[in-house]
Structure formats: C-alpha cells, structure tokens
C-alpha cells in the first residue's frame, strides 16, 4: 500500500524536493486549493492538474533544486491569458524547498489535511478498503478488536488500532470521522452501530456511517435497535447496504470500489 504521501517521505529520506502548493483558487481551475505536488529532479509526486501550469511550475521548482533563488511568497497564474489554457481561472502557488529533516512535519501536516475515515473490520473488505483509501484524500483510522489482523507495512495515512471492546473507540473518533462498520462479528457491528447512534445523538458529528451487509441483514438491525430505544429516525442515519448502488460483484475489491465512490459523494 503506497500512496502520494508514502512516495513523498520515502524519496525525501534520499533526495531533496520542492512542495508546490495550491493556496487559493479564483474561477475555474484544474485543481482545489490545497493541493500539492513534489518536485524532484528526475520525477514528480502527485499533481496540481498538469497542463502548461504544471510545465512551467515544474521547471521553476527544478530551476530551485539546481541552486537558482527560492521563489518567495505565493505567486499568481492566470491560467487563460499566460499559459493558454482553457480553464480561464486563476491559481496561486506557494514553493517550499523541503529535505529529509522535514519528513516529520510534513507528515503531520499533509494527513491532518485528510478527510477522516474510521473503518472497523480487519477482514477481507477491509483490508482491501484499506489499500484504496490510502490512494484517496481520506485518513484511516483502522480498528479492530482482534490481535494481529493489520499488515505490519502501512501508509502513512493508515493508523491501526486495537480496541478492546471494539465500540470503545467510537467515542474517541476525530469529529467529523465517516465510519465503515464490516467487522467480523454480527454482535460487534451492531455494538459499534449503537455507539454511532449515541455519539449521533449526542454531538452529531459523524457525517455518514455505513452497515456492511444485506437488506435482510439491516432489517434484523432495525428490530435489535428499536427494543433498545433508538428511534426510526436515529436509525435512518445508518447506510446499509454501502456502496455505490449499481456497481455487482462481491469480491472484496469490486465492495472497496463502491464504497469509496459513495464516501467521495458525502
């Protein structure tokens, strides 16, 4: 499992790079402010949206790693009258000369800026919802009741936790957190759809939480849910089935598909 940000660490222990970054947008632009892209002298680790902006952009940021001046402040682009792209907006960079003693810092900063994704279950789906959302804008909370589920190499957006009872970790969850619920044990989902509910209720701050499983499965849920007082509203809050409808297969990497679509829909 490799993503932009592992790429990012591991070549800034042997090399040094250029972080550009998108500060601000004006008007339509290939990509959100935010954004970045490692420049390095021989390849480029993710992207601000390609193009003759990403050209020019990158052969400033390699001007900078072969010893010209370090270009200060956030520089404007206006994307139609000087590169002559079709966007027509504007994009304003920041450049930052990273190295190797910048790793920690980055790392921090670059997952912080990740939506958060609490995913409960180290089985088959998991792990390969696992291996998915460490491609895409998200950071993973991993949680599982069991020892020695999670593989030992991990992203660096990829946190794994053992949680004893797995649903005491619920209340723990970074707000704003979506959560994915697919352990191995019909009891422990509906423990931890319980302690969704209830942080729901207190503080509704988990923007989606999404049930593995089937209709009739859910149907059970909804019956087990009602005799321990949570309301038919309260229980809509629950996706379930999850994912994207439409999209068949139930191999394990067809379920990681749809479900990370409909994360990117929330």
Known sequence: MNGAVDELLARLAHENAVLVRI???QGSAPREAGTWMAVWADGLTGTIGGGQLEFQVTQVARD???GAPAVDGVQRYPLGPSLGQCCGGVVFLSYQQVRSVDAPALRSELVAKLRPVALFGGGHVGAALARLLAT?????????SRDGVFPAALPAQIECEHSEPVQGAVAQLAPGSRVLIMSFSHAEDLDIVIACLKRL?????LPYVGLIGSKTKWATFRHRLEAR???AA??????CPIGVPGIGGKEPEVIAVA?????LLD
Request: hydrophobic share 45%; no cysteine.
């Open 23 to 25: 500060t601000s947008t």
């Open 64 to 66: 900078m790693l072969a």
């Open 136 to 144: 895409l804008p998200f950071s993973v909370r991993w949680i599982d």
């Open 201 to 205: 209720r207190e503080h509704d701050d």
């Open 229 to 231: 007082g949570i309301s």
């Open 234 to 239: 309260e229980m809509d809050r629950v996706t």
């Open 259 to 263: 479900v990370a679509a409909q994360l």
